[in-house]
């Protein structure tokens, strides 16, 4: 059980706060320049779905900046339960309080977070499972849209832009000096027990689709043509919709055949892949689980 600020907020345990003061002076002894638009949107007290999309490692300390250095307010994430075995970054990953999710077994991570937001805390998800190799939003799951619905919180889309040119999927990490990062949050959405988890999955990922157009065109670097950082449709040089589609079906197929003798790891501080699909299995509303990955796979390959 979280310890609480006067005010009755969760405080952060002290494992989070030396991760989070870790990566923060990463951002700062690079000075990157942060600006937080939309701040008004977010909630400052209680329980808070925090929905965004996912081009970077850091998107989860990006989207945490606003309520943690601000607020202190420790932002929660669901994380695939390897992770949390993992020798160095799992132990952090328990004693931070974040939620493991293990295939399979998610009505364990969806009571945990559904109690975590009952009680006042604030938890990510994005929406995407994964990194979009190009910059543009995958296909969403309606696990936030349902996780909000049962515990009767705000569901906030969120866009971070920028983070991806220090440390993305398939680029180690590289010093980027004074790195303009823009993170926008969105009027939130109110989701109720009666409302279509599917509708309101729709209307989150037709919000951040908008804030995410609107913060790529102002972006203060601009979108150089040809910029691998750059979506297609912008000019740039990321990868299209059909190397994507290819991406989404190796992905799929790996999700439905993982290898048991791979060891696990983590691919970045902020991934957290593989994880809305399980959760929303045994959520409220959501369809039996497959009796195997077909169906799931699937569906995030569709």
Same mark, same amino acid.
């Given at each position: 059980?979280?310890?609480?600020?006067?005010?009755?907020?969760?405080?952060?345990?002290?494992?989070?706060?030396?991760?989070?003061?870790?990566?923060?002076?990463?951002?700062?002894?690079q000075?990157w320049?942060?600006?937080?638009?939309?701040?008004?949107?977010?909630?400052?007290?209680?329980?808070?779905?925090?929905?965004?999309?996912?081009?970077?490692?850091?998107? +989860?300390? $990006?989207? &945490?900046?606003l /309520?943690?250095? *601000? %607020?202190?307010? @420790? =932002?929660?994430?669901?994380?695939k339960?390897? !992770?949390?075995?993992?020798?160095?970054?799992?132990?952090?990953?328990?004693?931070?309080?974040?939620?493991?999710?293990?295939?399979?077994?998610?009505?364990?991570?969806?009571?945990?977070?559904?109690?975590?937001?009952?009680?006042?805390?604030?938890?990510?998800?994005?929406?995407?499972?994964?990194?979009?190799?190009?910059?543009?939003?995958?296909?969403?799951?309606?696990?936030?849209?349902?996780?909000a619905?049962?515990?009767?919180?705000?569901?906030?889309?969120?866009?971070?832009?920028?983070?991806?040119? +220090?440390? $993305?999927? &398939?680029?180690? /990490?590289?010093? *980027? %000096?004074r790195? @303009? =990062?823009?993170v926008?949050?969105g009027?939130? !959405?109110h989701?109720?027990?009666?409302?279509?988890?599917?509708?309101?999955?729709?209307e989150?990922?037709?919000?951040?689709?908008?804030?995410?157009?609107?913060?790529?065109?102002?972006?203060?670097?601009?979108?150089?043509?040809?910029?691998?950082?750059?979506?297609?449709?912008?000019?740039?040089?990321?990868?299209?919709?059909?190397?994507?589609?290819?991406?989404?079906r190796?992905?799929?197929?790996?999700?439905?055949?993982?290898?048991?003798?791979?060891?696990?790891?983590?691919?970045?501080?902020?991934s957290?892949?593989g994880?809305?699909?399980?959760?929303?299995?045994?959520?409220?509303?959501?369809?039996?689980?497959?009796?195997?990955?077909?169906?799931?796979?699937?569906?995030?390959?569709?």
């Amino acid at each position: 059980m979280p310890r609480r600020h006067p005010n009755g907020d969760p405080r952060a345990s002290w494992v989070y706060r030396f991760a989070a003061w870790v990566a923060f002076t990463v951002m700062r002894l690079q000075r990157w320049r942060v600006d937080i638009q939309g701040a008004e949107h977010l909630p400052r007290h209680g329980g808070v779905v925090i929905a965004a999309n996912h081009t970077s490692f850091w998107d +989860f300390f $990006t989207s &945490g900046w606003l /309520p943690y250095r *601000s %607020w202190r307010r @420790p =932002v929660r994430i669901l994380a695939k339960a390897s !992770l949390f075995s993992t020798p160095v970054f799992g132990w952090f990953m328990r004693r931070a309080e974040h939620i493991p999710v293990d295939r399979g077994a998610g009505r364990d991570a969806l009571t945990s977070a559904i109690a975590a937001l009952e009680s006042g805390e604030l938890v990510l998800v994005l929406p995407e499972q994964t990194i979009s190799p190009s910059l543009e939003l995958l296909p969403f799951k309606p696990g936030a849209a349902r996780m909000a619905a049962a515990a009767g919180v705000p569901l906030v889309p969120t866009v971070s832009w920028g983070s991806h040119r +220090f440390h $993305t999927r &398939g680029r180690k /990490p590289r010093w *980027s %000096w004074r790195l @303009p =990062v823009t993170v926008r949050y969105g009027e939130p !959405l109110h989701p109720g027990p009666d409302d279509d988890p599917e509708q309101v999955t729709q209307e989150l990922r037709r919000r951040i689709a908008a804030l995410l157009d609107e913060v790529q065109r102002s972006y203060p670097d601009g979108t150089p043509a040809g910029a691998w950082w750059v979506p297609a449709r912008l000019g740039g040089g990321a990868p299209g919709a059909e190397e994507s589609d290819v991406f989404l079906r190796a992905l799929a197929e790996r999700w439905k055949h993982p290898n048991p003798e791979a060891p696990a790891h983590a691919s970045g501080p902020g991934s957290v892949e593989g994880t809305v699909g399980e959760v929303e299995e045994v959520l409220p509303g959501s369809t039996a689980a497959p009796a195997d990955d077909e169906d799931e796979t699937r569906e995030v390959a569709s």
